[in-house]
DNA sequence: TATATTTATCGTAATATTGCAATATAACAA
DNA sequence: TTGTTATATTGCAATATTACGATAAATATA
C-alpha cells in the first residue's frame, strides 16, 4: 500500500506522526539548522550549502512551507526562507508533549 | 530514487532524521503511546488495540525494536515488550536539542 | 505426539519518497 | 523587448514504505 491508515488513529497521533515525517529526512534538517544558524534570511545560497540538486532543495522546501514551518518571501529574483517560529513552537510544543511521556508506575518484565 | 543521499550530511543530521523518520508513522505513535499507558507491558493485545493486522503491528514492532527504542522479552508463547527508557531518554535528548533551536539574533525578511 | 496459541517472516500489491534533468515561470537589467 | 538570474514545476527512474494474506516457527497444553 505505502499509505497509512490515519482514520483509524486520533488526530494528535496523526500530527506527531505528521510532524516526524517531515523532520525525518537529512536534508529538511540541514535545511532547518541552516535556516536558524543564520542571522539573515536564506536567498538563493541553500543550493551550495546543502550540496543536492535545485529541484531536490525546491521539493524539501515546499515540504517544509506545507507544514508551516517555514516561509517564504519573494525578494526580487530570489526568494527569501526563514522559520516561521510561530508554527515551530507550535510543533514544537506537541513532539515535547509526545517525547516527555513517562513510563506509568513500574514495568514487570523489562 | 527513494534513498536519501545520507553520505552528504553530518551524522548528527542522519541521526535526528532517523528518529523522527520512525515516529512519522500514526501506527508507531500510537504503539508507544499504549506502551507508555500501560504499567504493565504489552503481551499479545497491541493487534486489538491499535487496529491493524497482525502482521503489520509486528513488522512497526521491528522497527522500533531496530532503533532500540523498544525491547521485547519472551513470556512464554507470547512477548512482552516495553519502552527502553535509556534509549528512549537518548532519543529525547536529540530531538530536544534540534526543536529547541532559537532563532539567531534577528531577521530582516520575515 | 497432536493441537492450539502467539508472534515472526515471506511475498506481494499499492502507494510514497527521493533525486535529478529538462523546462517553465517570474522579476529584474540593459 | 531581450537577456539574465533565481526559483518552481513536470516527468521520470529508483527505491522505500505500508498493509495484509499465507505460512512458518516457537511454545504451551491436552
Redesign the interface.
Known amino acids: 500500500m505505502g499509505v497509512?491508515?490515519?482514520e483509524?488513529?486520533?488526530e494528535e497521533?496523526?500530527r506527531?506522526?505528521?510532524y516526524?515525517?517531515?523532520?525525518?529526512?537529512?536534508?529538511?534538517?540541514?535545511i532547518?539548522?541552516y535556516l536558524?544558524?543564520?542571522?539573515?534570511?536564506v536567498?538563493g545560497d541553500l543550493v551550495d550549502v546543502?550540496?543536492?540538486a535545485q529541484p531536490t532543495i525546491s521539493q524539501h522546501l515546499k515540504e517544509l512551507k506545507n507544514l508551516g514551518i517555514i516561509?517564504g518571501?519573494v525578494?526580487g529574483t530570489s526568494v527569501?526562507y526563514?522559520?516561521?517560529?510561530e508554527n515551530w513552537n507550535t510543533?514544537?510544543t506537541v513532539?515535547?508533549q509526545?517525547?516527555?511521556?513517562?513510563?506509568?508506575?513500574?514495568?514487570?518484565?523489562?
Open positions: 497509512s491508515k490515519t483509524i488513529f486520533t497521533q496523526n506527531i506522526a505528521l516526524a515525517k517531515v523532520l525525518g529526512n537529512p536534508a529538511r534538517v540541514a532547518l539548522q536558524f544558524s543564520i542571522s539573515e534570511c536567498c546543502i550540496g543536492l516561509q518571501n525578494e527569501c526563514c522559520v516561521n517560529m510543533m514544537k513532539m515535547h509526545f517525547l516527555d511521556l513517562d513510563a506509568a508506575p513500574k514495568k514487570k518484565c523489562c
